[in-house]
């Protein structure tokens, strides 16, 4: 079955570490999108790719990397200077102006 | 300003009765596309339904309707004979198309509203 998955499904982080979280899709999807929910905020954009090799910053980059060297995969680094990563994350993707597919999610904890 | 705007943060309906859910957006382009995502507790994004900015006749999928009033930019989520796990949190959301060829693709969210049923 084609999907998206993201893992780990849960994630602890200490003070000053860097941690990334898996998103990989099978749908042959070019674009692909991270996003970040905390309680009452919806969801904004971390960042975003269109095609391989390339990205672009949504509105919250800051603390953040990623990578895209294969159309499957789009890593998403938070480092330490994230100041507050707590927070709920979703992988997504889709092609052109269709509606986006989502992952599972990933939620992350600073303890 | 706000892309997405939903004024409701919590709705309740009882089971079997019909309930909308309001969203209004923001955007000069004249080409966009709005669509509407439930999350259930366990966190998933579950995708309902999708209206395009030039499409004539509103969007429907089974029990879900969207109730699209261009010229007052709403794109109100209508669910009828509401079911107890239709319990979850709406997110409506944009897709500005900045002409059909397109490739931006970033989707906008509002802030949700969280629908209970009750029995």
């Known amino acids: 079955d084609g999907g998206i998955t993201q893992s780990p499904k849960y994630l602890f982080r200490k003070e000053g570490q860097n941690v990334t979280l898996s998103c990989e899709q099978n749908?042959?999807?070019?674009?692909m999108y991270w996003y970040r929910q905390d309680p009452g905020q919806g969801l904004r954009l971390i960042y975003y790719?269109?095609?391989?090799?390339?990205?672009q910053k949504g509105d919250i980059a800051e603390g953040y990397s990623v990578s895209r060297e294969k159309k499957e995969s789009f890593p998403l680094t938070v480092t330490s200077a994230q100041k507050n990563p707590t927070a709920f994350y979703l992988c997504?993707?889709?092609?052109?102006?269709?509606?986006?597919?989502f992952g599972q999610g990933t939620r992350l904890t600073v303890v | 300003a706000q892309k997405i705007t939903q004024t409701q943060p919590g709705m309740f309906v009882q089971e079997k009765e019909a309930v909308t859910l309001d969203c209004t957006y923001d955007?000069?382009?004249?080409?966009?596309?709005l669509f509407w995502y439930k999350q259930p507790s366990s966190g998933e994004m579950i995708f309902l339904i999708y209206q395009g900015s030039y499409d004539q006749q509103n969007a429907t999928e089974g029990r879900y309707s969207l109730n699209f009033q261009k010229a007052r930019k709403s794109a109100n989520l209508v669910i009828s004979a509401s079911q107890l796990g239709d319990s979850a949190m709406y997110f409506c959301a944009m897709r500005e198309g900045r002409g059909r060829g397109s490739t931006l693709g970033r989707l906008y969210f509002g802030r949700g509203t969280q629908l209970t049923v009750w029995p």
């Open positions: 997504a993707s889709s092609i052109a102006r269709r509606e986006a597919f």
């Open positions: 955007t000069s382009d004249p080409s966009y596309g």
């Open positions: 790719s269109q095609i391989v090799n390339d990205f």
């Open positions: 749908l042959n999807h070019d674009a």
